[in-house]
């Protein structure tokens, strides 16, 4: 979100109403207070008559606005780039191939990782580059040559990654960031941090402390089974380390002290509305981005780097974190982003725990599993059957062929399934067959719990 509702893009206005309108009705569904109602009708008005004066005409639901690019933005891609909605909460685009992951770079100022990143990760580690590098799902970076310069120069880095506990098992799209991070603590042999944000969860679900303490729990056992190192990872609860930890909590309050609530307001889209905790979160996720949080890992050492590998929605905490970092005496934390995990049903939205028919859980039995992608799996691509006939698949946005992409390490089996698909018409179904070589990867790939070999 923009600074101020002036400088947000008319799509960003339209989605902010439509959220809005969401919240004034379910206020008046609880019978809220008429002070709260009143503040939120009057924020809802006040969304429309800025969407009004930006597009010149009145919000209609349903009804995106045709030029959703800002006024200071510019050239050719600018209209494009603002059809992908992308914040820590939401991701959704209009495109069935998924988000324009270039666009996005520019929207965010990251940096890509390109074959000279990649080919500078193998000369460091002598390890061939994770099929996520190789296949740009790892596709953006923040200051990654600045860890390997640490690297190479014999300086110590460590790893931190986290996980917001809103169901009793994790979907296969929450892997992605823990399969990668391995590889990474392996081939550079570090100290590992994966912070469980069971409080976060609290304030924004409908959850009490300890069903949310509870699901933390339970997806730690599923990241436990990913295989890190136990002498150099370390697992916690936020409701149980920072009542434990003064480091931890020290640095909180660093934190909380140099952001402003406008800066928040701005860069995560709270309101008036929403309680002070969420508000003083941001702070919480920030804080183990500096080793002197962790003094039973790192003692009082204040310069360690940091290196975060996420899903890029989680960017918009960590550009928060760096811009605090200098002013506190820190280094600033280094990212690595990865892609979503499209939901079953394609790529305009991820997979998502709280909608069961668009995700596979780690819980799920193979028949489960079976069910869900025979009845909600987008597969094929082409719009009329007759041109699926004709043309045959269109691996660019079959969902089962993305994820392939995502687990068969074959790099030269996934192209020859990429041809097979899109090489025989005549077969509506041509691109089902690949689930087959989806369950045979998942077999090799030790995935925790319930998605075993012999499923």
Not at 116 to 141: C, M, V
Not at 168 to 191: C, R, S, Y
Not at 281 to 295: D, G, K, M, T, V
Not at 340 to 362: C, E, R, V, W
Request: charged share 25%; hydrophobic share 35%; glycine share 8%.
């Amino acid at each position: 979100m923009a600074d101020e509702q002036g400088c947000a893009s008319p799509l960003e206005l339209f989605n902010s109403i439509a959220a809005q309108g969401e919240r004034v009705r379910a206020l008046k569904a609880g019978q809220a207070s008429k002070d709260e109602l009143d503040s939120a009708v009057k924020k809802l008005l006040s969304l429309k008559m800025s969407y009004k004066a930006a597009m010149g005409e009145d919000y209609k639901a349903g009804c995106p606005p045709n030029n959703p690019a800002p006024a200071g933005d510019s050239g050719p891609d600018a209209t494009e780039a603002e059809e992908d909605f992308v914040d820590p909460w939401t991701v959704q685009t209009s495109s069935a191939k998924g988000v324009d992951y270039d666009k996005l770079i520019v929207r965010f100022g990251s940096s890509k990782i390109d074959k000279e990143l990649i080919n500078r990760i193998e000369r460091a580690t002598g390890q061939r580059p994770h099929r996520f590098l190789r296949r740009g799902i790892f596709f953006s970076h923040r200051d990654m040559n600045q860890v390997l310069d640490a690297y190479e120069n014999k300086k110590p880095f460590y790893l931190y990654t986290g996980r917001g506990p809103s169901s009793e098992a994790m979907h296969v799209g929450h892997l992605i960031p823990f399969i990668f991070t391995k590889w990474l603590q392996d081939v550079f042999n570090v100290p590992l941090v994966i912070q469980m944000t069971d409080d976060e969860k609290y304030l924004w679900k409908d959850l009490t402390l300890d069903q949310a303490h509870g699901y933390a729990v339970e997806n730690a056992k599923d990241i436990i089974a990913c295989g890190f190192d136990i002498n150099k990872t370390f697992i916690f609860s936020d409701l149980d380390y920072m009542g434990m930890s003064p480091g931890f909590y020290r640095n909180v309050v660093k934190i909380q002290k140099h952001v402003t609530f406008n800066q928040v307001k701005g860069i995560f889209g709270f309101t008036d509305s929403d309680c002070i905790g969420k508000i003083s979160f941001p702070a919480i996720q920030a804080a183990p981005s500096f080793s002197n949080s962790f003094p039973q890992i790192f003692g009082d050492k204040t310069d360690v780097q940091c290196l975060i590998p996420c899903a890029i929605d989680q960017d918009p905490y960590f550009r928060m974190t760096r811009d605090v970092a200098p002013r506190i005496g820190y280094p600033k934390p280094a990212l690595l982003h990865s892609t979503f995990f499209p939901a079953l049903q394609g790529a305009q939205t991820k997979m998502s725990a709280s909608d069961p028919n668009s995700s596979i859980f780690l819980t799920d039995t193979a028949k489960q599993i079976k069910t869900k992608v025979n009845k909600h799996a987008f597969s094929g691509g082409r719009d009329t059957i007759e041109e699926h006939r004709q043309f045959g698949g269109n691996c660019d946005v079959d969902v089962s062929f993305m994820y392939l992409t995502f687990f068969l390490e074959d790099d030269d089996k996934l192209e020859q399934i990429r041809k097979v698909g899109q090489a025989r018409p005549g077969r509506p179904s041509s691109l089902l067959g690949t689930w087959r070589a989806l369950a045979a990867s998942w077999g090799q790939s030790a995935f925790p719990r319930g998605l075993s070999p012999r499923e």
